[in-house]
Every structure is written in C-alpha cells, then in structure tokens.
C-alpha cells in the first residue's frame, strides 16, 4: 500500500543537505562507530533509531531495510562493520504495525511479476508472528559463520503508538 502523504521535493531536500554541511558535526569522527554497536532496524520512518537510544552521529553503524529483516546482504554489512570497523554488539528492532506483517511472499512476488512481466530473485520478507520474527533474527545473526561477534545480540519490539521498547529473548 502506498502512502498518501505529501511528498517532499528533492531540490527542498538539497537545501536542507546544503545547511547541514554548514555545521557538520561529524568532519573529526572515524569510520568506527564509538559505542562498537550495530543497529538494525526496519525502514519505517515511525523509528527514529538515533532519538531512541540517544545516539549521536558516529556511535553507531545503523543497517535498516524492510521489516529489519536478516537478510544476506544484512550479514554482509555487519561482517564490515565488525571484521573492519570494530562493533561487538547487535541491536535489532522491529516493530508493531510493520507493513511486511501478515504479508504474503507468494502473493507480493505474484503482484510484481504482474506488474513488471518479472519475478523477483528475492523474497519481501512476509512475517505472521513478530515476536517469532524478532527471534528468527537474532538466531540468523547467531548462527552467522561470517560474524565473529555474536554472543552480543538483543532484539526489541518498538511500538509505534506508544514508543516504547520491549526486548524479546532469543
């Protein structure tokens, strides 16, 4: 489904980037997030991951993407972020009210095949069960052969009408 909201001119966007690197905070910060923390969080612009925690620019390696899924190329940016920059802990969250919940992969990759004449290699991500969802993930971040750091791993539901946090154990 998609959103009806106003849509936010790029050219209004440049002009903000254009202010922003007027007073640029992070000109002295390294690669190498601060807290060795890595954060992965679902797209959805209801989480604010930095407000959340209080992180500040450079504390942290934030890796979002629909449904804060574990996906390969999730694993992939957490094996750079640990094996090249330095993190030792995981943080995931997900959240009520995610679009990918309850979603069909069936029915979503039909939908695009429609649409495009093409099936999609990948898979949407479809969950029925967040809780479950949130579990699947940290065991998938666990049991990466390719993470060197993964005894360090916590996943949260955020809800989205009341803000807060509540950590679901593996």
Not at 45 to 60: C, K, Q, T
Not at 142 to 148: C, D, N, T
């Amino acid at each position: 489904m998609v959103s009806t909201g106003t849509m936010a001119g790029i050219d209004d966007l440049l002009e903000n980037a254009a202010e922003y690197a007027e007073r640029y905070p992070a000109a002295d910060l390294t690669a190498a997030p601060e807290k060795q923390l890595a954060v992965v969080a679902c797209m959805d612009g209801r989480i604010d991951v930095h407000a959340l925690f209080g992180l500040a620019e450079g504390d942290a390696h934030v890796i979002r993407n629909a449904g804060g899924a574990i996906t390969d190329d999730v694993i992939r940016s957490l094996a750079a972020s640990q094996r090249l920059l330095g993190t030792r802990e995981v943080l995931l969250v997900q959240h009520t009210g995610c679009g990918l919940h309850g979603l069909s992969d069936e029915e979503f990759a039909d939908a695009v095949e429609r649409d495009t004449g093409q099936r999609p290699p990948w898979q949407v991500g479809g969950f029925e069960d967040l809780e479950e969802h949130v579990r699947l993930s940290i065991r998938r971040v666990a049991e990466s052969p390719f993470l060197p750091h993964t005894d360090r791993v916590r996943g949260f539901v955020f809800d989205t009408r009341t803000g807060t946090l509540t950590e679901v154990s593996g």
